[in-house]
């Protein structure tokens, strides 16, 4: 999807193949190490909490095991699509928050509330989570500004004909569609190159125009989960900290996720809420 799968030295194809090749050495040796570790308990339930292990244990209906070629595969789809995409989206979310303190102080004022109705170091349940509404809007608006995925996660089969635009995509033909443009269309997102979480109050945007998790079937299975991980961070950095950023004219640079170059410095000064 991202670089034309030429092994030329030098290009980011070669650099991914020769790291994937890397990554998947190292994998299958946890593998195998772990696959021993089970074989020598006689574990066969494939009710452990961990992923690898439930997947080392789990048989097909005629009682056949992944292979690891197979297992590797999927624990580096996992990381990528877990990992990468919620670092990158918290990464973004503290950028605008740093960048704009109308925006912040709207969160801040939303996060302090529910702070304040715990005790100190009190942990967060799920009915704080409900709360979090303008904040998950804070969310949602900085997913829809940096797409992490410049399309849904790769090629889909057409299943019958589809005019668009006085294009016709015949039956059978492949198509990526680009959620990056349809996050930037301004008949979808007026001024969309404004920071405004307002637009996901109410009934928010219409159907299949705002798709940071994808669509249909093959729909993001993490985007609960990666919910729940954004809004506990940024509660947990919000509630103690000041947030200011360094180089707002920082360039972004595209590596398949969103890369901010300088790493994104944000200068951090502590407050106390209970004070
Ligand atoms: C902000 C965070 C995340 C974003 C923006 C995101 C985005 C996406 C997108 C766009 C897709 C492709 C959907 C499609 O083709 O219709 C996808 C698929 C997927 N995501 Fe996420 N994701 C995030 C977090 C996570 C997390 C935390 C997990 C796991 C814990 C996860 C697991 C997956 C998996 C396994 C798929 C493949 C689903 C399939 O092909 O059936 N994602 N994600």
Redesign the pocket.
Known sequence: MFSVPINLPGTAYSRGVKGGKLVREELEKIITRRRKELLEKKETSPCYTDVLSRMLLLTDENGKFMSDKEISNYII??LV???E??S??ISFVLKYLAELPHIYHEVYKELTNIAKLKGEGELLNWEDIQKMRYSWNVVCES?RLTT??SS???F?EVVTDVSFSGFTIPKGYKASWS?YTTHKDPECFPDPEKFDPTRFEGKGPAPYTY?????????????E??RL??LVFIYNIVTRFNLEIVNPQEKIVFHSFPIPVEGLPIRITRHNIYS
């Not at 798709?211 to 985007?223: D, N």
């Open positions: 789809a996992l699509a877990s990992y995409s919620t990158t989206a997913l992490m995925n849904f996660s790769g889909r959620s798709v940071p998790f994808g669509g249909g079937r093959r729909m993001c299975c993490g985007k989960y990666a991980e954004i």
